[in-house]
């Protein structure tokens, strides 16, 4: 039997160098030129990768099977040992491609030829995204508010890391030469730098504490959520299944986002009520007692939201309508979609800047692929500020968590020439510059939040501005030390 038989079960073939269930041992060609991407990528994971934690014992799922059930194993692992592979979902005898012009096509297992640039360009932009993260977020170890969150810091990390593997599968499988350079471009680029920057703008902010890197798994993880649905929707069936093995692992990142921001809360208002401090905006007050105030948090959040919104593009996108009718990236749950999939006379509402007043107009549904997009992530953000705000009304404060209005803080689409409050008024450029930094995190916001961010790693304890989570990874107890941090 040969060894890739074994991906027709689900399980990982773990002969090769590089885990997979794609057959890899059988494919001479890739394996070889995976083999040879493999120093360099380890190489940029040992400069750009966690900072500081390289020699670590960490506590982290690896996956063993593309199994929905069986597929996570936990175990300590020194993060550049971790067995990053290659996993598709298992193909599905008689897909389809499901929209666009070829829609009732067999899906398509080779590159289509005239959608070539289209396809490698998605392949190559969702692959930058991945990398991008663990250098924002490299530094953040060395201020763990706990083992706990640290490991889950490491997990999220190496798993971007095989998103990128995912990626980099997929160029040299499919892209022949180009798709090659491609995969060497994705190890040279780097987060915020000058000369070569990551691909998309809020992969080159930086995340600078621990409620900064909460948001980002909320707001942008989500982001990730939502294209890769769109992605998994792709007639070229490789892509799809790639996209539908990192969905499994891209909720978790979204679970230590949410979660994180929660516990913060619940740690403030728990201080403020211990206290005795009933006004959430008594600022002074609430920072005093070392927690984090709720203004503060509505700020990062209000940033996080507006630099993931600008990741879906123009509002009205000729390239979205063009990936749609190739049959390339599909909406947010195309197959249960109750319409034509072709969408060649339907219209969509899009919030668009005219003449001076934000309105909404009608516009053809293929352009507006990235605006409805963009409407079911708000949607999607929305439940979970929800689920903030009963964290806080439980404990009986008077204040709730908003999202901002989507022409608030913009850099790319209808409202990035626009300046605009959280609910949306209109302002001058001196209003904006007066009042950003009650709605934007100031320098004194950032230094603040600095000075919490020491690190707190016993087994078992928490930072004073986070509370504990409710339950340990993989049931473990409290205590457990989910990194061995061995720092010379
Ligand atoms: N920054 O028609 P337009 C994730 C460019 S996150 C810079 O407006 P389009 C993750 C655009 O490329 C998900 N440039 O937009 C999360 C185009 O350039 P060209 C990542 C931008 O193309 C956390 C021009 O503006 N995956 O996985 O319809 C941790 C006009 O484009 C930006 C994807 O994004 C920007 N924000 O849509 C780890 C999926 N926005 O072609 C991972 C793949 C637009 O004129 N990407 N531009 O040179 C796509 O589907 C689309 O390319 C976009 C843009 C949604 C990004």
Not at 117 to 136: F, N
Request: charged share 25%; net charge negative; glycine share 8%.
């Amino acid at each position: 039997m040969s060894s890739s038989a074994a991906h027709v079960e689900g399980a990982v073939d773990y002969s090769t160098k590089i885990p997979n269930n794609v057959g890899l041992a059988d494919d001479a060609r890739v394996l070889k030129a995976l083999e040879q991407w493999h120093p360099g990528y380890i190489d940029w994971w040992m400069t750009m990768g966690p900072d500081g934690f390289q020699t670590s014992d960490v506590y982290l799922r690896t996956a063993i099977s593309i199994d929905p059930k069986g597929w996570a194993k936990f175990d300590y692992v020194k993060m550049p040992e971790y067995r990053w592979g290659i996993l598709l979902a298992p193909q599905e005898n008689e897909r389809k491609v499901n929209f666009g012009a070829f829609k009732g096509e067999k899906a398509w297992q080779e590159v289509p030829g005239e959608h070539r640039a289209s396809l490698r360009r998605l392949v190559v932009i969702q692959g930058d995204t991945e990398p991008a993260s663990v250098e924002q977020q490299r530094h953040l170890g060395k201020t763990a508010p706990s083992l706990y969150d640290m490991r889950n810091l490491f997990q999220v990390n190496v798993e971007e890391g095989r998103h990128l593997w995912a990626m980099v599968y997929l160029l040299h499988k499919y892209f022949g030469k180009d798709g090659r350079e491609e995969a060497e471009g994705l190890l040279q680029r780097r987060s915020g730098d000058v000369d070569k920057p990551r691909m998309l703008g809020a992969f080159n902010e930086a995340t600078p504490d621990w409620l900064s890197f909460f948001m980002f798994t909320f707001f942008t993880d989500r982001d990730g959520k939502m294209q890769l649905e769109s992605l998994a929707q792709s007639g070229f069936d490789p892509l799809s299944r790639t996209c539908r093995f990192m969905l499994t692992e891209e909720a978790h990142h979204m679970f230590v986002g949410e979660t994180g921001v929660g516990r913060v809360i619940e740690r403030t208002c728990a201080a403020m009520k211990a206290a005795g401090v009933e006004d959430p905006y008594d600022i002074a007050k609430v920072r005093a007692l070392g927690v984090i105030d709720l203004p503060t948090l509505q700020k990062k959040a209000n940033l996080h939201f507006s630099l993931s919104l600008d990741l879906f593009g123009s509002e009205v996108s000729t390239n979205a309508a063009n990936f749609y009718n190739a049959g390339l990236k599909g909406r947010f749950m195309e197959t249960k979609i109750d319409d034509d999939h072709a969408l060649t006379s339907a219209t969509y509402p899009v919030l668009k800047f005219i003449d001076g007043q934000i309105r909404m107009v009608d516009e053809p549904a293929l352009t507006a692929l990235n605006m409805r997009l963009r409407d079911d992530y708000v949607k999607d953000c929305q439940g979970g500020v929800s689920r903030w705000n009963k964290l806080i009304e439980k404990a009986g404060i008077k204040f709730a968590l908003t999202l901002p209005s989507v022409a608030f803080n913009r850099h790319i689409g209808e409202f990035k020439d626009v300046k605009a409050s959280p609910d949306g008024k209109l302002l001058t450029e001196a209003e904006w510059a007066k009042l950003q930094h009650q709605w934007l995190p100031s320098t004194d916001d950032g230094a603040f939040v600095a000075s919490l961010m020491t690190p707190c790693w016993d087994a078992g304890k928490y930072a004073g501005w986070i509370s504990a989570p409710k339950v340990g990874i993989d049931s473990k107890p409290g205590d457990f030390e989910f990194v061995k941090v061995h720092q010379g």
